[in-house]
């Protein structure tokens, strides 16, 4: 975890999106930014720049999914919130799922990943306040009447914390509960509903007409908090979650999948965690 503090605007977050976007070329795929300014509340113009990853040595094919990720974290003021699960670990997650896509081009010709900036508010999530890369995304494609849209967006939340169950926010698409709660058991991964509606990244996309789900732990006792570190994480957790999503991608009638593995889906994620941090 060598960069740092990942807050909005903060050198350490323009050092994590150069990361990615080396990363990201390095296996395929063509990266646009997607910048964008919000006014703090103190007056000052804050500048965001979301990730747009596209396999490049094939054309976008549809129907197309989007995959999509936060990688800033809180701005506590008083401390430092760490973001482990919540910024680092759902990023190194989609990461990881771009390298494994990148096997087979016929199934990464079907994925839109999406890096978002400006996930966290400046005091605390509303309809105004935070999920500023998510809303900003979808009101572009509302704005150019773009028929560029996805058929389902599946949105990484604070994840890979040892302990906590994977599950989803129960205000996601039904559809995309049906679809994923099949994939757990078929993967044999236990996977629950949140026990309540949360204002995260997916309800812009469903706002916007995109069915979406959340995924998520759904143990929240450490999140945005300094306690939120390293030492959270699980390998197996890292892994689950990356599986889980690419065997939903494979599901979609589109080509097979390749087969993840632990290594590459649990040592890698856990690694690019630490190094994003």
């Known amino acids: 975890m060598n960069f740092g ?17 080396s990363n990201l070329v390095t296996a395929g795929w063509e990266v646009t930014e997607q910048p964008f300014t919000e006014q703090a509340p103190g007056g000052q113009e804050i500048r965001f720049s979301s990730l747009i990853g596209r396999y490049q040595r094939v054309p976008l094919a549809k129907p197309f ?7 800033d974290s809180l701005n506590l003021g008083f401390a430092i919130d760490p973001g482990a699960t919540d910024g680092a670990a759902n990023t190194a997650v989609l990461l990881e799922i771009a390298h494994t896509l990148a096997l087979d081009p016929r199934l990464a010709a079907h994925v839109e990943l999406l890096f978002l ?16 890369g998510s809303r ?7 704005i150019n ?12 939340e604070q994840m890979g914390g040892a302990g906590s169950p994977l599950g989803y926010a129960m205000n996601s698409d039904s559809g995309l509960i049906r679809q994923f709660r099949s994939a757990a058991e078929s993967l044999k991964i236990n996977l629950e509903s949140g026990k ?42 890292l892994a689950q ?33 630490k190094g994003k941090n």
């Open 5 to 21: 503090n990942r807050v909005a605007g903060s050198t350490a977050l323009d050092q994590v999106r150069g990361y990615l976007k």
């Open 65 to 71: 999914y989007l995959v999509a990720a936060h990688f």
């Open 117 to 132: 900036d400006g996930h966290m508010p400046f005091h605390q999530i509303t309809p105004n306040d935070g999920l500023f």
């Open 136 to 142: 900003f995304y979808t009101q572009m494609l509302q």
């Open 145 to 156: 009447r773009s028929t560029d849209a996805a058929s389902a967006a599946v949105v990484l």
């Open 196 to 237: 309540r509606p949360l204002l995260l990244d997916h309800v812009p996309f469903q706002n916007a007409g995109t069915p979406a789900i959340a995924l998520l732990d759904l143990d929240e006792s450490y999140l945005n908090t300094a306690d939120d570190n390293a030492s959270r994480l699980s390998r197996d957790a």
């Open 241 to 273: 979650a990356g599986q889980l999503v690419l065997y939903f991608l494979s599901e979609q009638n589109i080509s097979p999948a390749p087969a993840p593995t632990q290594t590459a889906l649990s040592e890698q994620a856990l690694r690019q965690t």
